[in-house]
Nanobody, 117 residues
Framework: QVQLVESGGGLVQAGGSLRLSCSASGSIFRFLLMRWFRQAPGKQREPVAG???????NYADSVKGRFTISRDNAKNTVYLQMNSLKPEDTAVYYCNGFSTTTRVSYWGQGTQVTVSS
């Protein structure tokens, strides 16, 4: 069983930065495909950034050049560095871990990011 806990959200002015962290319990973290999603009020949850099975990163067009995903397997943690934040980045951000072996998807509880104009 894997538990994911996000942290690092908060209120920031437009143009500012935040770094989100997602800490995972369990020994299978290094085998999970880790991704960040977000959900704004009244909108569907959407992928923001993630790793593919080859370890390469991918990003939504709306965050390319501003957000960076990284992971530290020794710390069982994945990060999302968010720079040049915009009001439209306001959302609850969720960490997701997907096992390609068991096809099980794990979710964190989410962390609120609010960007003021």
């Amino acid at each position: 069983q894997v538990q994911l806990v996000e942290s690092g959200g908060g209120l920031v002015q437009a143009g500012g930065s935040l770094r989100l962290s997602c800490s995972a319990s369990g020994s299978i973290f290094r085998f999970l495909l880790m991704r960040w999603f977000r959900q704004a009020p009244g909108k569907q949850r959407e992928p923001v950034a993630g790793f593919d099975s080859g370890g390469s990163t991918n990003y939504a067009d709306s965050v390319k050049g501003r957000f960076t995903i990284s992971r530290d397997n020794a710390k069982n943690t994945v990060y999302l560095q968010m720079n040049s934040l915009k009001p439209e980045d306001t959302a609850v951000y969720y960490c997701n871990g997907f096992s390609t072996t068991t096809r099980v998807s794990y979710w964190g509880q989410g962390t609120q990011v609010t960007v003021s104009s």
